[in-house]
């Protein structure tokens, strides 16, 4: 039997970016990526069935480890000034 890697404590995810624009989410999600940070778009596929959620705190938010909370900042914030 095959033996999956442990799944991650949700706990352990911070929030350090909320989009109202799927793309922009994406973008930001690959650019993190690229850089070799784990991530993940919460709300990513809930968007899809409920547009209006696209609004506010409801949006797709862009979570982290919490331990490269500040890494991933810094890299987002490097890719907005390119």
Do not use: Y
């Amino acid at each position: 039997m095959l033996s999956a890697a442990p799944l991650p404590d949700m706990a352990d995810f911070v929030t350090i970016a909320v989009f109202g624009d799927q793309t922009e989410a994406m973008v930001a999600r690959s650019v993190l990526e690229a850089a070799g940070i784990e991530c993940l778009l919460k709300g990513e596929h809930q968007i899809g069935v409920q547009p209006f959620l696209m609004t506010g705190k409801q949006g797709m938010q862009l979570q982290v480890f919490s331990e490269d909370e500040e890494t991933a900042k810094t890299v987002l914030a490097e890719a907005q000034n390119q």
